[in-house]
DNA sequence: GCGATGATGTACGCAAGCGCACGTAGCCCT
DNA sequence: AGGGCTACGTGCGCTTGCGTACATCATCGC
């Protein structure tokens, strides 16, 4: 079995800082391992720390007092989790959880806040990737209301996919339907009709990506829109190998059973 | 007839602002008029000035290809629009409507773009306006699929009148249908049945509000979790002469006829 | 191997909200 | 004053997705 070695590298923006701020940052930066489903910050709990992830995705859920939750954002090697304010040790009434177990460099909030202070290149990058953060938790609200849950899927599997390095997502229907603040039972019926149509194969917790281009295409627009906000603000990323722009329609309607249909047309 | 003269301190944020800023932004704030309906920007567009609006509200909206749209976030005397990035006339994909007729103060970004180098007290606002806004959309995001219709109108209804030195409301249903992105009848029956228990009354675009203390308590969580957001991270907002706290019950049911029940108990 | 556990498949009734259609009634303009 | 525009009221059939219930099936630990 091969071990790699993680580096700060691989999260893409700690890559895109400067050897000062490496200098002043390194020996606080501790890699940690992140299980499925772990829990990185509580609602209204105190964030002591700042996220870096390597090879792992965490989404952020804001939860009614019912139990139900959306998750409005996913982080993963692209960017941070919890930079808000750094002002203080603050908190925000969201919870952020593992969505997919890995590594992560971690950071105290401090050090974050006095770069701040320093108002340079990462205060430049943080602004800028607020802007994408905020694209996609509002894309994401449209879609929410207007998108069948069959697109919303696939939105889903898209995003996650663009944050590993690889095309299985270790996640269930159950995982899924939490995050898309839908039922578990729709999107195993949304799943299965991936399925029959050669896009996905899934087993036990284990959705694998067969036709990428596909899956594109029969997502919404909210797919590509919060992909080319992020792409244009954050030109440190680098270029997703598996993306194609081959089709220049639009979305995709599935020959026979599988119909994606908007919700309002 | 009474004209009152607007002053940059009817916007709050410009008034929290230190006489160092407003001597080097003076000359350059004008005040304009703002139309209901007036396109502020456009999706895509370059955008030359941020707002400040004084007494006149703008919601930033998100259409889908489609022409559904909903709308995660309003703006009003409590902050100010357009300042995404602050390092050149950038655009983004969202577009910016005057939601009720108004002033507001206009600034060249450039200048704000100066004022973030500086670094100061107004970055710190503004990370922290940053995180309210965050709170405000995908807390909307959450309510759109959990709450119904009904709980919706009251959220929206308040945010609105927060933002309001009164409590009549320049609005049709057709237009709100729009900001929740929902149906038009829907809204006239949610809107119907808080006129029939008393809480307002409208007329052709007109919605006055006669009960707030009672819009609160039937309006789902949503309204005070982005209120309490926002209060805690904007201290510099006047406290909200409307409010009462007195409802220690967190949600009410109506009597008879008005059951405002969410979606998924 | 084999049961326990947990993930997935499927069905049925129900309610919210949608699309559509059309009726009614303020308000403005001439 | 009256006509027209626009906003509001209301009903009907339909679809989506929800809640519930239960069946199947893969994996894991023993």
Redesign the interface.
Same mark, same amino acid.
């Given at each position: 079995m091969v071990v790699r070695t993680l580096l700060p590298q691989d999260n893409c923006l700690l890559g895109a800082l400067s050897p000062e701020v490496h200098d002043r940052w390194g020996r606080h930066l501790d890699l940690v391992a992140l299980s499925l489903y772990d829990v990185v910050y509580h609602a209204d709990q105190p964030m002591r720390y700042v996220y870096f992830p390597a090879d792992a995705i965490i989404s952020?859920q804001?939860?009614? !007092? $019912?139990g139900? !939750?959306?998750a409005?954002?996913v982080v993963g090697n692209e960017a941070l989790l919890g930079f808000?304010? $750094? %002002?203080a040790e603050e908190s @925000?009434?969201?919870r952020s959880l593992v969505q997919s177990a890995g590594y992560a460099y971690r950071l105290p909030r401090r050090l974050v806040r006095e770069e701040?202070?320093r108002?340079g290149e990462f205060? !430049?990058l943080m602004? %800028?990737y @607020?802007?994408v953060?905020? @694209?996609q938790? &509002?894309? &994401? *609200? *449209?879609c929410? %209301?207007?998108h069948s849950i069959d697109q919303q899927l696939c939105r889903w599997l898209l995003h996650s996919l663009d944050r590993l390095p690889h095309n299985r997502l270790t996640m269930t229907h159950e995982f899924i339907s939490n995050m898309l603040?839908?039922r578990r039972e729709g999107v195993t019926q949304a799943a299965t009709k991936l399925r029959d149509v050669g896009v996905i194969s899934y087993t036990r917790g284990l959705i694998t990506v067969l036709d990428r281009p596909r899956l594109e295409r029969l997502s $919404?627009?909210?797919y590509r829109?919060v992909r080319?906000?992020t792409e244009r603000?954050l030109p440190y990323l680098p270029q997703c190998q598996t993306i194609n722009n081959s089709a220049s329609v639009?979305t995709m309607t599935m020959e026979g059973s599988y119909e994606p249909a908007?919700r !309002? *047309?």
């Open positions: 952020v804001y939860v009614l !007092s $019912c139900a !939750s959306s409005p954002m808000n304010l $750094c %002002r @925000t009434p969201s701040f202070n108002h205060l !430049s602004l %800028r @607020t802007q953060l905020i @694209t938790i &509002a894309q &994401a *609200a *449209a929410n %209301r207007h603040g839908v $919404c627009e909210c829109a080319k906000e603000l639009p908007s !309002s *047309a």
